[in-house]
């Protein structure tokens, strides 16, 4: 990835945490949403959202039940197209008419219920739909090595064996499988849906750890989170919605866990030096 | 503000590709080394083994155990259980039941069933049957291919039935259950060879696949032919997958797998090749054995080694995964259920090479249930994604061997059918209590 973690630090966030919008720095953000708005029906699930995620950065996207988050992964992973903005990536405006679309340009979103095959293995669900062939036949060497290789990138050491089904493994490990499904796809961006609800407290941080690790790879990592601890602790920037408004964006170093859940329950915080 | 804060102990600043310094592990309960667990060792070979059965992947070791017991149960009650002729007779008398059941692996594998199975078996062989008769006179080649190709056909039918219009394949094979029945009568009401609904099969290829032998010496040749290529496959494959570091068996299971199914083998060929004839010489393997396991090969390679096979397994556990994965579900399906029917027809095939004729009472209500049984008998699963055409091979044998050990001790057809039903009873437990245990794992 160009500019790694670096990209457009010293231009993102420039002091309007309340208004959100991003001066363009040299490098554009590696996906970057303007203006983008939906509604269904009289329900405006999106009004005029400035997002910018940046490459090796873990982005947070917080808010309130009802606020606009699924309704905003669910246009950026292509599942539907937004009615007015658009979606830049990097710095080119793009239509995601599909899912397929998202994926071509290296988005994979974890849905909570992982989409994983529980009586297939780490190997086999890894390349699920992707899977390499010699001579017409699976390749399952390649397919292990690649399997292995990538799993110990991203340290996930914790499985007994690559070869054990699905069914097998715990919550974290099973996001870890998830994860590094998307890393195997060569995904640019990792939209995670709540990835740490429903773990235990040791689990959470064993995700936490290989989101970390997952963007100083490079990668960009938008997660949904309702968790301000793990948010607190993983994200690099926090974009808050409230009613499908952006009402804030910028570094995690900007905000407190107090004006966040201002800015998530009523939308507004407490004018500060900032 | 300006770099990103080290909030946490997770976020290291970004250091390109490498992860320089060892990771925290902070999770692992049982911490193994490394992610790659070479099973190399026997202990923890048998190790994993145990965690996958506690994982709800028994294998075929509680079926075949159930087979032993059910052979020591009528051999002590029947000397002539374990005689040649009635061994060959069972082996004649599974081989219907194991190619119905490893058809509806292919439903039971995607989460489906198929009840025509029997039916469609019927009309396979009627077409069949009725193709070699006069005035058609078909070479056996030419009536086999047709006759198999109407099979998939209707597979194919039933299967976009399901698919395209999202019906359940319940009720659609239902459908096909009374249906197919009418088309097999109207097959015999409107062939003239058919006499009374009978339409006899005298092509020689066609009736010797059951009734015909192979020699003495064809039948060792083959087995040596057959044991060998399969040891070099396995040894092979392990060789190369242990040079590579890959997860990969102890060799020492590897060779005790060879050495058991060399030993059965053996065993079945020697069995076969015993006189059994009371006036004249009868002796050999019937052909229908190499058939029935070069099926059994030919379509464990497929659902084992290529893409569809592999997509079929993860339609059956999570159908939303594999459209995610952007697997075509509907086409994958489709074709299960083409296979399904397909391997239906082969069945047919075998049902009338025994008989010498089919008939328009062909029971297919009956012979789909000890399908769907000895698929769930040997090991498939009904909730979906677990299920093995060996699973088939051991479930056939099994009702096979009930049926006929049954039989020799005179047990009634209504002793038969409870027996059976007991049988199918505790297989489909011994399934539920696995996979409860698996989920909750």
């Given at each position: 990835m160009v500019g790694d973690g670096a990209v457009g630090d010293g231009a993102v966030g420039d002091g309007a945490v309340g208004d959100g919008v991003v001066g363009n720095g040299a490098a554009p953000p590696l996906l970057a949403l303007r203006e983008v708005s939906k509604s269904f029906g009289a329900v405006r699930a999106l009004d005029r959202v400035d997002l910018d995620v940046p490459a090796g950065q873990v982005t947070a996207l917080v808010g309130d039940n009802g606020a606009g988050k699924s309704s905003l992964i669910k246009t950026v992973a292509g599942l539907w197209s937004p009615d007015a903005g658009h979606i830049r990536w990097n710095g080119r405006t793009v239509v995601l008419r599909s899912p397929k679309d998202a994926e071509k340009l290296g988005i994979t979103t974890i849905y909570q219920d992982l989409a994983l095959c529980d009586n297939l293995d780490i190997v086999q669900n890894m390349f699920l739909g992707h899977e390499p062939r010699r001579f017409g036949v699976l390749d399952e060497a390649a397919m292990e090595l690649a399997s292995r290789n990538t799993l110990r990138e991203l340290a996930v050491?914790?499985?007994?064996?690559?070869?054990?089904?699905?069914?097998?493994?715990?919550g974290g490990q099973r996001q870890s499988v998830a994860v590094a499904k998307a890393v195997m796809a060569r995904a640019q961006l990792v939209i995670m849906d709540e990835p740490t609800a429903a773990l235990g407290v040791s689990q959470t941080q064993q995700v936490l750890d290989l989101i970390a690790r997952l963007s100083t790879q490079g990668v960009a990592v938008l997660m949904i989170s309702h968790n301000l601890n793990d948010v607190f602790e993983v994200a690099d920037r926090i974009a808050v919605l409230h009613l499908g408004r952006m009402v804030a964006t910028g570094p995690a170093a900007d905000l407190d866990r107090q004006s966040v859940v201002e800015l998530m329950t009523t939308g507004t915080r407490a004018v500060r030096g900032g | 503000m300006t770099v990103p804060p080290a909030s946490g102990p997770g976020t290291d600043p970004p250091v390109g590709q490498q992860v320089a310094e060892p990771e925290p592990d902070v999770l692992t309960v049982a911490p193994v080394a490394g992610g790659e667990v070479v099973a190399d060792s026997l202990g923890e070979y048998l190790r994993g083994w145990w965690a996958r059965i506690k994982g709800g992947d028994s294998g075929v070791l509680p079926i075949l155990a159930g087979l032993v017991i059910i052979v020591v149960i009528f051999q002590s009650q029947q000397s002539v259980f374990l005689s040649s002729g009635n061994i060959v007779n069972l082996l004649t008398q599974a081989a219907v039941f194991v190619l119905l059941g490893l058809a509806e692996i292919f439903a039971l594998v995607l989460s489906e069933i198929d009840l025509s199975t029997g039916y469609v078996a019927g009309v396979g062989a009627m077409i069949i049957a009725e193709l070699l008769a006069s005035p058609n006179n078909w070479p056996w080649w030419g009536a086999v291919v047709v006759g198999l190709a109407v099979t998939a056909a209707i597979g194919a039918l039933q299967g976009t039935l399901i698919t395209r219009l999202k019906l359940p394949s319940f009720i659609v094979t239902l459908a096909g259950l009374l249906g197919w029945q009418g088309v097999l009568i109207w097959l015999a009401d409107v062939d003239k060879a058919a006499v009374g609904g009978v339409v006899r099969v005298s092509d020689p290829v066609v009736y010797n696949l059951v009734n015909g032998t192979m020699s003495p010496v064809a039948g060792w040749v083959t087995l040596v032919v057959v044991v060998g290529l399969y040891a070099a496959v396995t040894l092979g494959r392990s060789v190369r997958r242990r040079r590579h570091g890959l997860t990969t068996p102890p060799l020492s299971i590897t060779i005790a797998t060879i050495a058991l199914v060399a030993a059965v083998g053996i065993a079945l060929v020697a069995i076969c090749n015993v006189?059994?004839?009371?006036?004249v010489v009868l002796q050999g393997v019937p052909w229908v054995v190499p058939f029935v396991v070069a099926v059994v090969v030919a379509w464990s390679w497929l659902l084992a080694k290529t893409r569809t096979g592999r997509y079929m397994y993860a339609i059956g556990a999570n159908p939303e995964a594999a459209r995610r994965a952007g697997i075509n579900v509907a086409r994958v399906r489709t074709f299960g259920f083409l296979m399904c029917s397909l391997t239906a027809g082969l069945a047919g095939l075998v049902y009338e090479s025994r008989l010498g004729s089919i008939a328009t009472d062909i029971d297919g209500g009956t012979l789909v249930l000890y399908a769907v049984a000895a698929a769930v008998i040997g090991g498939a699963s009904l909730f979906g994604g677990r299920g093995k055409p060996v699973h088939a091979l051991l479930g056939g044998v099994v009702i096979a061997a009930v049926y006929n050990g049954l039989g020799l001790l005179g047990v009634t057809a209504a002793g038969q059918d409870m027996a059976t039903a007991l049988v199918l009873l505790a297989a489909v437990t011994v399934d539920s209590l696995v996979r409860r245990r698996g989920s909750t794992a």
């Amino acid at each position: 990835m160009v500019g790694d973690g670096a990209v457009g630090d010293g231009a993102v966030g420039d002091g309007a945490v309340g208004d959100g919008v991003v001066g363009n720095g040299a490098a554009p953000p590696l996906l970057a949403l303007r203006e983008v708005s939906k509604s269904f029906g009289a329900v405006r699930a999106l009004d005029r959202v400035d997002l910018d995620v940046p490459a090796g950065q873990v982005t947070a996207l917080v808010g309130d039940n009802g606020a606009g988050k699924s309704s905003l992964i669910k246009t950026v992973a292509g599942l539907w197209s937004p009615d007015a903005g658009h979606i830049r990536w990097n710095g080119r405006t793009v239509v995601l008419r599909s899912p397929k679309d998202a994926e071509k340009l290296g988005i994979t979103t974890i849905y909570q219920d992982l989409a994983l095959c529980d009586n297939l293995d780490i190997v086999q669900n890894m390349f699920l739909g992707h899977e390499p062939r010699r001579f017409g036949v699976l390749d399952e060497a390649a397919m292990e090595l690649a399997s292995r290789n990538t799993l110990r990138e991203l340290a996930v050491t914790s499985v007994r064996s690559i070869r054990q089904p699905v069914a097998s493994l715990s919550g974290g490990q099973r996001q870890s499988v998830a994860v590094a499904k998307a890393v195997m796809a060569r995904a640019q961006l990792v939209i995670m849906d709540e990835p740490t609800a429903a773990l235990g407290v040791s689990q959470t941080q064993q995700v936490l750890d290989l989101i970390a690790r997952l963007s100083t790879q490079g990668v960009a990592v938008l997660m949904i989170s309702h968790n301000l601890n793990d948010v607190f602790e993983v994200a690099d920037r926090i974009a808050v919605l409230h009613l499908g408004r952006m009402v804030a964006t910028g570094p995690a170093a900007d905000l407190d866990r107090q004006s966040v859940v201002e800015l998530m329950t009523t939308g507004t915080r407490a004018v500060r030096g900032g | 503000m300006t770099v990103p804060p080290a909030s946490g102990p997770g976020t290291d600043p970004p250091v390109g590709q490498q992860v320089a310094e060892p990771e925290p592990d902070v999770l692992t309960v049982a911490p193994v080394a490394g992610g790659e667990v070479v099973a190399d060792s026997l202990g923890e070979y048998l190790r994993g083994w145990w965690a996958r059965i506690k994982g709800g992947d028994s294998g075929v070791l509680p079926i075949l155990a159930g087979l032993v017991i059910i052979v020591v149960i009528f051999q002590s009650q029947q000397s002539v259980f374990l005689s040649s002729g009635n061994i060959v007779n069972l082996l004649t008398q599974a081989a219907v039941f194991v190619l119905l059941g490893l058809a509806e692996i292919f439903a039971l594998v995607l989460s489906e069933i198929d009840l025509s199975t029997g039916y469609v078996a019927g009309v396979g062989a009627m077409i069949i049957a009725e193709l070699l008769a006069s005035p058609n006179n078909w070479p056996w080649w030419g009536a086999v291919v047709v006759g198999l190709a109407v099979t998939a056909a209707i597979g194919a039918l039933q299967g976009t039935l399901i698919t395209r219009l999202k019906l359940p394949s319940f009720i659609v094979t239902l459908a096909g259950l009374l249906g197919w029945q009418g088309v097999l009568i109207w097959l015999a009401d409107v062939d003239k060879a058919a006499v009374g609904g009978v339409v006899r099969v005298s092509d020689p290829v066609v009736y010797n696949l059951v009734n015909g032998t192979m020699s003495p010496v064809a039948g060792w040749v083959t087995l040596v032919v057959v044991v060998g290529l399969y040891a070099a496959v396995t040894l092979g494959r392990s060789v190369r997958r242990r040079r590579h570091g890959l997860t990969t068996p102890p060799l020492s299971i590897t060779i005790a797998t060879i050495a058991l199914v060399a030993a059965v083998g053996i065993a079945l060929v020697a069995i076969c090749n015993v006189n059994r004839g009371a006036l004249v010489v009868l002796q050999g393997v019937p052909w229908v054995v190499p058939f029935v396991v070069a099926v059994v090969v030919a379509w464990s390679w497929l659902l084992a080694k290529t893409r569809t096979g592999r997509y079929m397994y993860a339609i059956g556990a999570n159908p939303e995964a594999a459209r995610r994965a952007g697997i075509n579900v509907a086409r994958v399906r489709t074709f299960g259920f083409l296979m399904c029917s397909l391997t239906a027809g082969l069945a047919g095939l075998v049902y009338e090479s025994r008989l010498g004729s089919i008939a328009t009472d062909i029971d297919g209500g009956t012979l789909v249930l000890y399908a769907v049984a000895a698929a769930v008998i040997g090991g498939a699963s009904l909730f979906g994604g677990r299920g093995k055409p060996v699973h088939a091979l051991l479930g056939g044998v099994v009702i096979a061997a009930v049926y006929n050990g049954l039989g020799l001790l005179g047990v009634t057809a209504a002793g038969q059918d409870m027996a059976t039903a007991l049988v199918l009873l505790a297989a489909v437990t011994v399934d539920s209590l696995v996979r409860r245990r698996g989920s909750t794992a």
